[in-house]
């Protein structure tokens, strides 16, 4: 098995900037798919960025240009560098890693990210 823990949520005021990190332990695995997910109080959880092992990067709309998920080497995990914050990115941010071995799908348990004045 593999445990994800993300950290470096906290509160932030409109306009200011937090970078999410991931640490990953447990057995070694080869990742096919990194992303940072969140969720919103009262809405599903949504995609927010990710990357595959074949290079391909995605951002949701709303984060493109604010947003950057890059790869962390020494952790084989995702962090996310978040700047521009607004309001509506108020959520809890998921790390989630995608693997070539069963169980192929791991979450963290989240960190909270709150954007108000």
């Known amino acids: 098995q593999v445990q994800l823990v993300e950290s470096g949520g906290g509160s932030v005021q409109p306009g200011g900037s937090l970078r999410l990190s991931c640490v990953a332990s447990?057995?070694?695995?080869?990742?096919?798919?990194m992303a940072w997910y969140r969720q919103a109080p009262g809405k599903q959880r949504e995609l927010v960025a990710a990357?595959?092992?074949?290079?391909?990067?995605t951002y949701a709309d709303s984060v493109k240009g604010r947003f950057t998920i890059s790869r962390d080497n020494a952790k084989n995990t995702p962090s996310l560098e978040m700047n521009s914050l607004k309001p509506e990115d108020t959520g809890v941010y998921y790390c989630?890693?995608?693997?070539?071995?069963?169980?192929?799908?791991?979450w963290g348990q989240g960190t909270q990210v709150t954007v108000s004045s």
């Open positions: 989630n890693v995608r693997v070539t071995t069963t169980p192929y799908d791991y």
């Open positions: 447990g057995k070694p695995f080869v990742w096919t798919f």
């Open positions: 990357f595959t092992n074949g290079g391909t990067t």
